[in-house]
Every structure is written in C-alpha cells, then in structure tokens.
C-alpha cells in the first residue's frame, strides 16, 4: 500500500513563494515503482471544483494548469521518493488545500484526470492573502 504525505503549506502574501512536498512510501511492497508512476499536484478551494494543477509522467513529462504555467514548477526526486510543487508569484486565488496523487500504469495524457489515479494524500493547506 502506497502512502503519500504532503507537506509545506502555510500562509504567505500575494507574489510570495512555497515548495509543497509530498513524501511517498510503500512502493518495495507494492510491485511498482516510484520513478515509473504518474504524479500530480491537485488543489480544491471552497466552493470549487477539485481541479489538477500539475502533473508528471514517467518520463519526466509535465503539465500544468493554464492558471500556473510560467509560476508553479512540479518535480520528483527518484531517490528520495518525493514530489515537489514550487510555487512562485502566488496569488490569492491559489488559496486552496492542495493534494498529491499518484497512479501506477498511467499514461501521459490522463495527468488531469482524478479517476486515473490509485493513492491520494491528505492534502496541505495554501493561503494567500492580498
């Protein structure tokens, strides 16, 4: 059973920055692999859809948001195990709970798709503040 942990959430203002992490573990028992799995970084606000916000693929792929593109920068580090978000030039409408995914024998253009994905986290909260 994979587990996925977020975390480096908290409260900045708006143009600030933060670097989510999502720490995984499970994989020696689950057949898979870290490297070879699809991840992604979702993010839900209050009275919004849950929507995908980037995404990368076994490849080293990415994809992002038209909302963040040129500000939130998605990564994986293979021998730690664990994804990060940076997210740069903040904006109050990034304020949201943020959530990792990850999804073993996926492919490249279901990164935004939630049902393609086996293990979610439990999600770190953004707030930015005017």
């Known amino acids: 059973q994979v587990q996925l942990v977020e975390s480096g959430g908290g409260s900045v203002q708006a143009g600030g920055s933060l670097r989510l992490s999502c720490a995984a573990s499970g994989y020696t028992s689950s057949g898979f692999t870290f490297s070879t799995d699809c991840m992604g970084w979702f993010r839900q606000a209050p009275g919004k859809e849950h929507e995908g916000v980037a995404g990368i693929d076994a490849y080293n792929g990415t994809k992002y948001a038209g909302s963040v593109k040129g500000r939130f920068t998605i990564s994986k580090d293979n021998a730690k195990s664990t994804l990060y978000l940076t997210m740069n030039s903040l904006k109050p409408e990034d304020t949201a709970m943020y959530y990792c995914?990850?999804?073993?024998?996926?492919?490249?253009?279901?990164?935004?798709?939630?049902?393609?994905?086996?293990?979610w986290g439990q999600g770190t909260q953004v707030t930015v503040s005017a």
């Open positions: 995914a990850t999804a073993h024998l996926c492919s490249p253009l279901d990164l935004f798709v939630r049902n393609s994905y086996d293990y």
